[in-house]
């Protein structure tokens, strides 16, 4: 089992930046691949940005060209840069881990983009 544990979240005005961060307590080296989801009250929790060990990455539409995902294999850390933050961005973000073909959840970070 991979323990993940993010943090980075906060209260931020429109068109401001965060980043995210998720250390793991295995070296990423083994981990296939590693994403950031994010739930917002009342919906579904969706793929935000993915990134593989071999540093291949995708993102949700709705984030492209603001969200950056990126790992630090010396740090066993992924982050999330989000820039130009909208209200719509407001959500629980969570880390997952993809580990020998079984999925590890950290426990959440929230982001709340609000004047």
């Known amino acids: 089992q991979v323990q993940l544990v993010e943090s980075g979240g906060g209260l931020v005005q429109p068109g401001g930046s965060l980043r995210l961060s998720c250390v793991s307590s295995?070296?990423?080296?083994?981990?296939?691949?590693m994403g950031w989801y994010r739930q917002a009250p009342g919906k579904q929790r969706d793929l935000v940005a993915g990134i593989t060990s071999g540093g291949i990455t995708n993102y949700a539409d709705s984030v492209k060209g603001r969200f950056t995902i990126s790992r630090d294999n010396a740090k066993n850390t992924v982050y999330l840069q989000m820039n130009s933050l909208k209200p719509e961005d407001t959500a629980v973000y969570y880390c997952?881990?993809?580990?020998?073909?079984?999925?590890?959840w950290g426990k959440g970070t929230l982001v709340t983009v609000s004047s």
């Open positions: 997952r881990a993809n580990r020998y073909g079984m999925a590890s």
């Open positions: 295995v070296s990423i080296f083994s981990i296939y691949a």
